[in-house]
């Protein structure tokens, strides 16, 4: 299976060639216990390992893999490959799967440009959807990908794993039942060691990869020596910064546990100060949002400096009889004096979180992070980076996020697309 046609590409995000006569399996019906659930997997840098967890499924089954690098492509048919000595087909432009109607689900695992058109091409197509973090490249997005869910009945599950491990559920419960009385306020840093991205060129296109399909729904710029294929995340035009790319896991579980949705205020400071590079998005943040009920996140990341010796906790609670501190997939409480009340320590992986995928379509059990609460999550990071661009805080909407009173941050909710790929629900 090669590219499409010139035609055929063209019509992008708006198209809906072979949507028209979707299978059983597709309209929505539980899948019965003996039948696998067949995956194309999109992107195949963090999407490899998903390729090989969803593999290791008993009930499941890679049947494509998808990457506009033909090198990453070779390299990931050979590795699915190895996990059960089963072939799977390898596909430059993902939207052939979705014209395979015994496909039911498509695993999004590219760069944060293409998470919600991918999602959405496929809710259209009949398929549920994996989509790693971030859900979305902008908070428009977001809302896009819950309406296309609700419409089209799809399961749409976002790649927080840590929201499926058992002893981060363990931990919020707890949070939840009292164990620190009413909890006001998460903190979360995320640290690195980043190095610098340093000043690209233009160059030539690799002959390798299909740099027009990479763009896909961003407007076309020329192909530089430093974005592909990790270091696009540090450009506002297809990624979200640390922020968006390690920050969310860590914010979606300080509103869990917080059992706050939409912000109000959102404030942040920072900046790009460790190197004077070609990167756009800070490298040294902190965001503050507040929440109704007077309850609050904050977020630090240091992607330049991963703090030696002082191991910051990945989330710290704080609540009116004590802290609760979650590192890894391990959880602390404390009393107000510091003692050590109550300990528990587990592990956590891709696999749990993929189970509950899987069960969502085989049997309909509730997803952990359903796409609903995962924009929920994901908004926030947005709101962050807007107010780092825009440099003031931004006051915001109860009910649904949305920035009030700030025509320049409003303007930022969506983006311009490439002509005809604008997704459409």
């Known amino acids: 299976m090669g590219q499409l046609t010139r035609r055929e590409f063209v019509g992008g995000v708006a198209a809906s060639v072979g949507f028209s006569a979707l299978s059983a399996r597709a309209a929505g019906e539980v899948l019965g216990a003996n039948e696998r659930v067949r995956v194309a997997v999109m992107g195949l840098s963090r999407g490899l390992s998903l390729a090989r967890t969803f593999e290791q499924q008993p009930d499941a089954e890679v049947a494509y893999v998808c990457d506009v690098d033909r090198q990453r492509l070779e390299r990931g048919v050979a590795e699915v490959q190895k996990v059960r000595g089963r072939s799977t087909t390898g596909v430059l432009d993902f939207r052939k799967c979705l014209d395979d109607k015994t496909l039911d689900a498509l695993v999004v695992a590219t760069c944060n440009h293409w998470h919600a058109a991918a999602t959405i091409l496929a809710c259209k197509a009949g398929k549920h959807v994996y989509v790693e973090k971030p859900c979305s490249h902008t908070p428009a997005e977001g809302e896009w990908m819950i309406a296309a869910a609700r419409k089209y009945q799809r399961q749409v599950q976002m790649g927080n794993q840590r929201r499926s491990w058992p002893i981060i559920r363990e931990a919020i419960a707890a949070l939840h039942q009292g164990a620190i009385g009413r909890v006001y306020q998460a903190q979360s840093w995320y640290v690195n060691r980043r190095g610098s991205i340093g000043r690209g060129q233009a160059a030539p296109v690799p002959d390798h990869l299909d740099y027009d399909l990479w763009q896909g729904p961003a407007p076309r710029r020329p192909y530089r020596s430093n974005v592909i294929h990790y270091n696009w995340h540090w450009f506002w035009h297809w990624g979200n910064g640390e922020l968006g790319n390690n920050g969310v896991h860590m914010i979606d579980l300080c509103r869990w546990g917080l059992q706050a949705d939409y912000p109000i205020q959102v404030t942040s400071s920072g900046g790009r100060f460790h190197f004077q590079d070609d990167q756009e998005t800070p490298d040294t943040h902190t965001v503050a949002f507040l929440y109704p009920d007077n309850k609050q996140i904050v977020w630090h990341g240091t992607s330049c400096n991963p703090l030696p010796g002082l191991r910051p906790p990945d989330v710290l609670f704080t609540g009116d009889k004590g802290t609760l501190e979650i590192r890894g997939a391990s959880f602390t409480i404390y009393e107000l004096d510091g003692k050590v009340r109550h300990q528990s320590k587990g592990s956590g992986s891709d696999a749990v979180h993929v189970r509950n995928f899987l069960e969502a379509i085989r049997q309909g059990q509730t997803?952990?992070?359903?796409?609903?609460?995962?924009?929920?999550?994901?908004?926030?990071?947005?709101?962050?980076?807007?107010?780092?661009?825009v440099g003031r805080s931004l006051r915001c909407q109860a009910d649904n996020g949305h920035i009030l009173h700030d025509k320049e941050a409003q303007q930022l909710w969506s983006r311009e697309y490439e002509p005809k790929w604008e997704p459409v629900v």
Not at 372 to 387: D, V, W
């Open 367 to 389: 997803l952990t992070s359903e796409i609903e609460e995962a924009h929920k999550s994901t908004l926030p990071c947005h709101l962050g980076n807007i107010a780092h661009r």
